[in-house]
């Protein structure tokens, strides 16, 4: 338990409340005897309230049936644990960690463990259901699909596609991720969305504008080889558990110094060599006073940096600035401790840096990511084994669903929104570009980001004029997603209660089905779990991995493809959407789904894991190293474990995957890299492609530009294309068309052929002229209590962008650190994950934490009169406010208060169980800490602020 005991006494637990709440009918005798259990041996004992008893213990007698093992992979974290799945006619009876697996070894945390009742859940949705006069009343797929879509033509035609929004989810595997973003586009909008908005958006932002790819480099087995370990804004012994062992196996076997940076002493900072407590917010600051050290001494690894960098003369001007005395002014650090965690970096190289939200979840989100990336960079840990920057996902396929394009701003791959982009996807699609073109509101809006997820509440409440789109939007498809993940719920339940419709599409309710006042129009469609279907999904690391359905769908719920293709009937593109789809029945074939993402994603490797491919890794898990990840010998020799993207080419081209991104001392056919020339060939007169430096068996040696078909022509390399691809070249532009766009994948084999990366061979830039900071600057969250930093470190000026005004100096010029002293940050727990429907209706999980709670600083406790475990209000300066139970602990520093953001039930003080749909509410209820928290969103992405915000907490009556 998180909560520590007071006393010895037994006190009657949350989940007890739960138990008398579950049934609202009366509960005769047998029924009380049958969940009697409960007393005697705890929740999990007694048969996870499933109606089990507590029985004498009798051998089991033999089965004729026969045991069938199926591999599946974890649904929660990004590490990417094999679950073995015992099934027994067409029953999933037991699980077992993967032991074959090279990311978990044979490990499960608490919620790997766990799957199965995740499956089984008897909490899931188990039919369609709609609100009708504030009940929730039983209905058919097709009364569903029938209603939903009558009712969202009628938007389409009154106010345009636009007003419909659909939000994806980092739950769904790569082939429904991928579905998802191209129904969005056969429906005509780009308001699509998911988790990764509000959680590592800022990442990608910040890390592909520095090196090209916005994705972890290297791998949770490399840092292995790491001499160092510098953890920044992550807690990966509760957030990813299994991911510690990598980082522990480098500690012990490395001797290397774990560097930890948390406002907060987490449990992983537990495992520190050098814990460093950092004030919220002031990230930028800390990695440039570590660098001011790193200058200071001529500590860089200038070879590198004269090599493979530009602008770092740019960076210096700014670290300059950076003394011990002004880092601690701002950040709270003492100099001396940075001059030794700066030697600590520079004597144990190379090293790796790994954040997670606790360093994006800013509005100014995407500067911290870039300094970490600058700091990497400086020291020369890219391209390394042991080094590189990385950065730990949340979700199992938060990493996949980002890649397959279910976001605001661009088609599957990163290809953009511009009229090249669409016309590269309406080739691969077969279908004419003019009718997607006529799909969309105009050309413009075609073209234009959508409203990002973190903003769909303003899309529906912001004055109609004040929209970069015709009309607000008036229906919400919550397709996998949990709303209490989000900041500002007393706006959300006002945008939810306003909506004309709102869908949600999960295995289980949400918060969604308990947050507004809604009396009707509000749909719970079951889908399926992953469990029950098959498809790939792709770990933190690149690697894509292949899941077996283990078993058939339970109750009426149905796998989120074939709600795709239901959806599609109804409006009418099915046959368009899916004339190269096989459809067995409803259920698209998840197989063509792969082959077809696989024949467009060129510009990041997405072509040469082909389903069979992947497959044959699955059935192969224990040829891979555990280290390297590199197949030694059997049927996968010499690929590596899962292929990690870019896997280049075709599949028949048997291109073993990129371990190592950026990595020139392995040829590009056998994975190696150079940093992507992304960015042109010269800036300011400076030369931005690599200089003296080349992968190796390049036949050129030096920097040069992406590879296009006239590139081809001038080095006299495209007598290797055969006629085929030269006809699927001059198909799209002829002499212009460059690696992204030929279907064919003749330019990337040539160019491989001869030994160079087919996107190019350029230096990092430290410098982006197209960000509102180029070189990374720090500034003061929007709800600061340091307003004597505000002269040097303020926020920037109001804009519009992403469609929608966003406020930044109207908020942080407004005093709230009176009334509000102290600050609020957010976080994960071992126990549960995201939202924490499912795991929060897992009774395995239940049991283990059962109250909301707010960790305070024993000073700040005294002076407020709270003891442990008393409940407290925690008022947020924008109204929000919740009811929570006080941890009084030195975890958190003075003046910092921790909350997890997985509960939900509860809003501002009221339990909201009864609005649940019968037998369908979670275990345990609890408020969500987004009740409290409050505006503010990154000056690029609008990812939202959640680790540094104010509050006030004061005890409750």
């Avoid at 490797?605 to 190293?625: C, I, V, W």
């Avoid at 520093?893 to 509860?906: I, Q, S």
Wanted: with cysteine; aromatic share 10%; net charge negative.
């Amino acid at each position: 338990m998180l909560r520590k005991k007071t006393s010895a006494s037994a006190r009657r637990t949350r989940l007890s409340s739960a138990i008398e709440a579950i049934g609202t009918s009366a509960m005769d005798r047998r029924a009380f005897l049958r969940r009697s259990g409960l007393a005697a041996g705890g929740l999990a004992a007694a048969g996870a309230l499933t109606g089990g008893m507590v029985r004498k213990a009798e051998a089991a007698g033999p089965t004729s049936a026969k045991v069938e093992i199926k591999k599946s992979v974890c649904t929660h974290c990004s590490v990417g644990c094999t679950v073995l799945a015992e099934v027994q006619d067409g029953v999933w009876t037991g699980q077992e960690p993967g032991f074959d697996s090279p990311f978990n070894l044979g490990s499960h945390c608490a919620k790997g463990a766990s799957v199965r009742e995740h499956a089984h859940g008897e909490r899931r949705l188990k039919y369609p259901t709609k609100l009708v006069n504030g009940k929730w009343e039983r209905i058919s797929w097709d009364q569903a699909i029938d209603e939903i879509g009558d009712q969202m033509m009628k938007i389409r035609e009154e106010s345009g596609p636009d007003s419909v929004y659909w939000l994806g989810s980092a739950k769904h595997s790569n082939e429904q991720a991928y579905l998802v973003r191209k129904f969005a586009a056969f429906w005509g909008t780009n308001n699509v969305d998911h988790q990764a908005r509000i959680c590592h958006s800022t990442t990608v932002a910040g890390v592909a504008n520095t090196w090209g790819y916005g994705a972890m480099t290297n791998s949770y087995n490399d840092i292995h080889n790491s001499r160092a370990i510098f953890l920044i804004g992550g807690n990966p012994a509760e957030a990813h558990p299994v991911s510690l062992l990598h980082l522990l196996k480098a500690k012990e076997e490395n001797n290397a110094p774990l560097i930890v940076c948390d406002p907060r002493f987490t449990r992983t900072a537990a495992h520190a060599s050098e814990y460093v407590r950092l004030r919220p917010g002031t990230d930028v600051a800390l990695v440039w006073g570590i660098l001011w050290h790193i200058f200071e001494n001529s500590w860089e690894d200038r070879e590198f940096i004269r090599q493979r960098v530009w602008g770092m003369d740019q960076i210096r001007a700014e670290v300059a600035k950076w003394t011990p005395e002004e880092t601690e002014r701002v950040t709270g650090v003492p100099g001396s401790q940075l001059r030794r965690v700066a030697r600590t970096l520079v004597n144990n190289r190379p090293g790796t840096v790994i954040w997670c939200m606790g360093g994006t979840q800013h509005s100014n989100g995407n500067n911290n990511t870039r300094a970490y990336c600058v700091l990497q960079l400086a020291l020369g840990n890219m391209g390394k084994a042991g080094g590189g920057t990385n950065i730990f996902r949340g979700h199992d396929n938060v990493q996949g669903a980002t890649d397959l394009g279910v976001l605001a701003d661009t088609l599957p791959g990163y290809y953009g929104l511009s009229e090249g982009s669409w016309k590269h996807w309406s080739r691969v699609w077969d279908v004419d570009y003019d009718f997607l073109l006529s799909r969309f509101g105009s050309k413009e809006l075609m073209e234009r980001s959508g409203i990002p997820v973190s903003r769909w509440i303003d899309g529906v409440l912001e004055d109609k004029e004040n929209i970069q789109q015709p009309d607000n939007v008036r229906a919400m498809v919550l397709w996998g997603h949990a709303p209490n993940s989000q900041t500002r719920l007393p706006d959300m339940k006002v945008a939810m209660e306003k909506l004309d419709l709102m869908v949600v599409i999960d295995p289980y309710p949400t918060m969604s089905a308990v947050l507004s006042d809604r009396t009707d129009n509000v749909y719970l469609l079951p889908a399926a779990t992953q469990f029950e279907t098959s498809g790939s999904v792709t770990a933190s690391n690149r690697s894509l991995q292949w899941r077996e359905a283990i078993f058939d769908p339970l109750f009426e719920s149905l796998p989120d493809h074939t709600i795709a293709h239901k959806f599609a009937v109804k409006f009418g593109f099915a046959d368009e959407m899916f004339k190269n789809i096989e459809v067995n029945g409803e259920e698209p074939l998840i197989e063509d789904l792969t082959r077809e993402f696989n024949r467009g994603m060129w510009t990041i490797g997405y072509t040469g894991q082909s389903p069979e491919r992947l497959k044959l890794h699955m059935a192969n898990q224990h040829t891979f190293d555990r280290t390297t990840l590199e197949a030694r010998g059997g049927p996968c020799d010499g690929d590596y474990y899962g292929l990690p993207w870019p896997c280049w080419g075709t599949a028949e081209m048997k291109h073993p995957g990129t371990p190592i991104l950026y990595d020139p001392s392995k040829p590009v056919a056998e994975g190696g890299l150079t940093f992507r020339a992304r960015f042109g060939t010269e800036r300011d007169g400076d030369n931005l492609l690599a200089e003296g430096s080349w992968s190796a068996g390049s036949e050129i040696e030096d920097g040069y530009p992406e590879f296009t078909m006239a590139m081809l022509q001038k080095l006299g390399w495209d007598g290797d294309l055969t006629d085929e691809e030269r006809a699927a070249i001059d198909a799209v532009a002829g002499e212009k068309t460059n690696w992204k766009t030929d279907l064919s994948g003749g330019i990337q084999r040539v160019a491989i052929k001869h030994g160079c990366a087919p996107f190019g061979n350029a230096k990092a830039r430290v410098v982006v002229w197209t960000f509102p900071d180029p070189v990374p600057l720090h500034r003061e969250p929007l709800y600061t209590n340091r307003r004597d930093l505000l002269d040097k470190y303020a926020t920037y000026d109001d804009k519009v962008f992403w469609r929608l005004p966003t406020a930044y100096k109207s908020i942080q010029e407004k005093d709230f650190s009176g009334e509000f002293p102290m600050i609020l940050t957010s976080g994960r727990l071992v126990e549960y994950e995201g939202g924490g429907d499912e795991t929060r209706s897992n009774p395995w999980l239940a049991e283990l934490q059962q109250d909301m709670f707010v960790e305070v600083n024993p000073r700040d406790a005294n002076n407020l009169g709270i003891r442990d475990g008393e409940m407290v209000w925690v008022h947020g300066p924008e109204g929000g406010k919740v009811k929570v139970m006080a941890m009084v602990t030195e975890r958190v520093g003075e003046g910092v208060a921790f909350m997890p953001f997985h509960f939900g039930g509860h809003f501002q003080g009221e339990d909201r169980r009864s609005k649940y749909p019968k037998g369908a509410d979670p275990y345990v209820l609890g408020e969500a800490s987004n009740t409290a928290q409050t505006y503010g969103y990154d000056s690029v992405t609008q990812m939202q602020e959640t680790k540094a915000t104010l509050c006030r907490i004061e005890r409750a009556a």
